[in-house]
């Protein structure tokens, strides 16, 4: 089967069955919590942030305005305490903030009210995660994510605009497989006449490497990266060069409402995903919760307000009522701006038109 223009979608619908889940207005239940544990990063990703906006001029987030460890589990266990099962900790890039695996080590100690333990999981740049790899792992961080969006040093710096090597990022990965990360996944977002060339070469070395390499739509967060509809190359598109080399089959999700589609090399080469933020919105099945590097829920990646739950957490509220903010917060949830967006011919602005959409390396990818 190899027909792409046939295939369906598999459906994405979130049976809802757990009693007593906290849903929103479209019935989502909140199972996913982002962390952006600094808004800073060691690369200018042109798509993320471009030097123009994010250069020596720009002011990042003086430290005692970013939640300290204590303060992030104590939002996190309220979170848990209503249905958050994954927590993921990005940022900015994740493993600049000192003594991350500390902080995982205290993440991985809570366990959901069913008395599982809460999965902790990193999306990093990979530039330090070769000297970090193993303290991460053995401080009980279940998975990585890492983003790379070429193989060739040039094509990395075009997107990057950084000269760091590839090399670099691609020990990173090695040393997760040593540390004991057995599903490492590669992410790579694809922007159209920039490393779109590196499609085929990015498959190739991902093969038979035990790594799930994905392909992320580049899509229209924050204000500064200058978005266009013709710079995204879709996952149909992506789909259909790599299935004309080496041809796929669609695999069931692993879990219901996962956001990346996943395909199979029909040789058993493994598997690849494609993240169709852009053409297949996927905002109907969203449980995630983002809570950025100073404290605000944010229940979009393409929100332009966050609920403070800095202030009443340093005003001294206890986890009782902080877990009533934020359900309350989850409950009155609207928010669908990918699938608004597919409905409208211009890039939206969620709340206020012509409001400013939040920074993606402040809310956390
Ligand atoms: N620094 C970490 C990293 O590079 O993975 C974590 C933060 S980064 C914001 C998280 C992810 O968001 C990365 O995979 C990045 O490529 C992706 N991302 C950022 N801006 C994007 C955009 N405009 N479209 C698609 N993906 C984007």
């Keep these: 089967m190899n027909d792409l223009t046939k295939i369906i979608p598999v459906a994405k619908t979130l049976p809802n069955t757990l009693p007593n889940t906290l849903t929103d207005t479209l019935q989502r239940p909140l199972h996913d919590l982002r962390i952006s544990v600094t808004d800073r990063c060691n690369l200018r990703c042109t798509y993320c942030m471009p030097r123009e906006f994010f250069d020596t001029h720009h002011v990042f987030l003086p430290r005692a305005e970013l939640l300290s460890f204590e303060e992030i589990v104590r ?14 900790l990005t940022g900015g890039e994740p493993l600049l903030r000192r003594n991350l695996a500390q902080l995982v080590g205290m993440l991985a100690k809570l366990n959901t009210p069913a008395g599982k333990p809460v999965e902790v999981t990193l ?3 990979g530039v330090l995660l070769a000297r970090q790899a193993q303290s991460l792992r ?11 969006d070429g193989l060739s040093d040039e094509t990395f710096r075009r997107m990057s605009d950084s000269d760091v090597p590839v090399n670099t990022v ?3 990965i090695a040393a997760a497989q040593r540390a004991g990360f057995t599903q490492v996944k590669v992410n790579m977002v694809v922007k159209r006449g920039v490393n779109d060339h590196e499609i085929l070469a990015m498959a190739d070395h991902f093969r038979n490497s035990g790594v799930v390499l994905r392909f992320i739509e580049y899509m229209d967060v924050g204000s500064t990266n200058g978005w266009r509809m013709d710079e995204v190359v879709t996952a149909q ?12 089959r669609q695999a069931e999700p692993n879990y219901s409402g996962e956001v990346a589609e ?15 933020s852009i053409t297949r919105a996927f905002c109907q099945d969203c449980t ?10 944010y229940t979009c990646l393409f929100a332009t307000r966050g609920l403070d739950l800095r202030t009443p957490l340093r005003e001294g509220a206890d986890d009782g009522a902080l877990t009533a903010l934020i359900a309350e917060r989850w409950q009155r949830r609207t928010d669908r701006y990918s699938q608004l967006r597919s409905a409208a011919t211009e890039p939206l602005s969620e709340a206020t038109p012509g409001a400013k959409k939040i920074e993606m390396s402040y809310i956390g990818g």
């Design 237 to 248: 598109q992506i789909l259909e060069q790599i299935s004309a080399r080496y041809p796929l």
């Design 138 to 148: 053995d401080a009980g961080l279940s998975r990585i994510s890492v983003s790379l």
């Design 288 to 297: 995630r919760a983002r809570l950025s590097t100073d404290g605000k829920l």
């Design 262 to 276: 996943r395909w199979r090399y029909e040789d058993g080469g493994g598997e690849i995903g494609v993240i169709a």
């Design 75 to 88: 939002l996190a266990r309220s979170f848990v305490a209503l249905g958050v099962q994954k927590i993921r």
């Design 123 to 125: 999306t990093t740049n």
């Design 170 to 172: 691609l020990d990173g």
